[in-house]
């Protein structure tokens, strides 16, 4: 049964969010994609070397937090050219509606930046979710991190 939209809230990011955005990515890492990568792949994937790095990357472009009451559950970010970079939702909240309202956040931005797509590097735990929001792939990759090569797909939407 969905849960109602109402319930979560999209805050924009602020420095203080940047271990909530870490244990969100980690975590969703660890406990969702690692149904579709062996456990090398998840270990070389779902690693964060340095925090400060990490906070100054959140906060150099439109990061969104989604929110339940004070508890962050999600984020999504946009860059000036149209990447959405990251998407993560925490395990607990995997197919209740906050990557769909974190997408339709990132979306609305993106429009009102003028952009004509976005697009983004889909993990194969996320394709689905990108294909049913209306991306096309554009073509399969691999990816290297720390040794392991990961498949993700490159997908985009073209905006209305």
């Not at 870490?22 to 690693?47: G, N, T």
């Not at 990490?54 to 472009?61: D, E, F, G, I, L």
């Amino acid at each position: 049964m969905p849960v109602s939209r109402e319930r979560f809230s999209i805050k924009p990011y602020e420095p203080g969010d940047a271990q909530a955005t870490i244990d969100i990515f980690l975590r969703a890492i660890r406990e969702v994609a690692s149904k579709d990568y062996s456990p090398a792949q998840i270990a070389a994937w779902a690693k964060v070397d340095d925090t400060e790095v990490w906070a100054r990357y959140r906060a150099s472009r439109p990061t969104w937090l989604a929110m339940d009451g004070s508890l962050p559950i999600g984020f999504t970010d946009l860059t000036s050219d149209g990447l959405l970079d990251m998407m993560f939702v925490a395990p607990d909240y995997q197919g209740k509606g906050v990557a769909t309202l974190l997408l339709a956040t990132v979306e609305s931005a993106a429009r009102r930046q003028g952009l004509q797509r976005i697009f983004t590097e889909a993990s194969l735990t996320a394709r689905p979710f990108f294909e049913r929001k209306g991306f096309a792939v554009l073509t399969a990759q691999q990816v290297v991190k720390r040794g392991q090569t990961l498949a993700n797909f490159l997908m985009e939407k073209m905006l209305a």
